[in-house]
């Protein structure tokens, strides 16, 4: 029994996973998927948020607090400078700047991987000129 008081702490510890490779590739883009929201009006859109922020959390575990402090200020920048393109403009940019960073994303990202996906296909298809800005913005942030 006195051993197990040396190791509770150990094992309830906050220990960091390891990191994986995309791993911040694809918190930064968790991060910038929570900005769809307005489910009552766009379910894809609310879907979309939960499971960015289900991925966020994930994610985050593997991460320094400075890391997730930079990539959250690169996501909150990526934000604003979508906000300079034409409102219609907006969703189809950013889930197509999102399922490009979600490429070689570990698993914990499916559901967002897949919601993102049938945004890119069904609800929000990029026109060239809305993929161009968008692997603009990719470029960028990378």
């Known amino acids: 029994m006195g051993a197990l008081r040396y190791l509770m702490p150990a094992l309830v510890a906050d220990v960091p996973r390891a990191a994986i490779v995309g791993h911040e590739r694809a918190y930064l883009a968790a991060c910038l998927a929570t900005c769809f929201r307005g489910a ?14 289900a991925a966020q959390e994930h994610l985050g575990g593997g991460l320094t607090l400075a890391q997730r402090a930079h990539l959250v200020a690169v996501a909150r920048a990526t934000q604003q ?17 999102v399922r490009r960073l979600l490429d070689d994303a570990p698993s914990s990202c499916v559901a967002l991987d897949v919601c993102v996906r049938e945004a890119v296909t069904k609800r929000y298809v990029p026109s060239p000129a ?4 968008a692997a603009a913005i ?3 942030v990378l």
């Open 81 to 97: 400078r979508a906000r300079s393109l034409p409102l219609a403009d907006r969703p189809a940019v950013l889930s197509e700047v």
């Open 130 to 133: 809305q993929i161009a800005t």
């Open 138 to 140: 990719v470029e960028a």
């Open 40 to 53: 009552s009006v766009d379910p894809l859109a609310g879907q979309l948020h939960e499971h960015a922020l």
